[in-house]
């Protein structure tokens, strides 16, 4: 439940539209829904702006579908870390959702105003880092943020990152994703006045140990202005990101 649904629900009882029974039958799942293995946080978006997030690949499918079911009547909503088929059973339970198969995310956003005119540059540095950056640029498209992506553009060949030079220029926020020794959002940050969150990813061979190379070299970056998230942490740059701007 949003501040919009809240203040229509009041409007609705002040014109003598709702009964006081009506009012607290809409208000009775404030500020959680228990349905045993989870609370749902119907509070979340007037706390903090936003709606709860629902980390998917820890549940069950059966968990999933009663969560699902309550969260129909939501405009915004986002399920990360999906599997094909964990999302074709949410998308058949709420057609109004959608799959973003490379980010792992199932989302919903009936939400079209922007919440500001600035500008989150998403950029990243292979190919392989491609799934972590589409998991950051959902989260900022239903957060209502504008934002654009650059992918492949990493420092074995940096002529290519030159090429967006003007597009980090313009940016409020920009995400560089790397893997590897990560020295991506090192680069960026000495070219741009903007913050830079920095998000390691998995992607290397044996000597990166799953991300902690790209993670160590990001949090001992010489360039200020760099925040770092957790490795593969996508979603936690987006949402970082789109409270910036």
Known sequence: MDKKRVIEILNNFKSDKLS???????????PFKDLGFVKLDNHRELRKGFPEVIYAK???????KE?????????????TRVGKNKADLLLSIDNELEYNRLAKIVYKNKVTEKKSNKRIVI??????????????????EVMGCNVDKYYDV?????????????????????????????????????????P???VPTSVGY????????????MLNSCSAGIVTVNIDNGFGAGYFASLIV
């Not at 030159?162 to 090192?186: C, H, N, R, T, W």
């Open 154 to 194: 990493g420092v074995a060949g940096i002529h290519r990152l030159f090429s967006i030079y003007d597009k980090l220029q313009e940016a409020s926020v920009v995400i560089a994703v790397a893997g590897m020794e990560g020295a991506l959002p090192s680069v960026i940050s000495g070219l741009v006045s903007s």
């Open 206 to 217: 044996g000597a990166n140990f799953g991300g902690v190379s790209a993670l160590l070299t």
């Open 196 to 198: 830079v969150i920095a």
């Open 20 to 30: 006081i029974d009506e009012v607290l039958n809409e208000l009775k799942d404030l």
């Open 67 to 79: 969560i699902c079911v309550n969260l129909k009547d939501r405009d915004r909503v986002l399920f």
């Open 123 to 140: 950029c990243a540095a292979g190919t392989s880092d491609i799934r972590v950056a589409e998991e950051a640029y959902v989260t900022c």
């Open 58 to 64: 820890s549940k069950t499918k059966e968990q999933l």
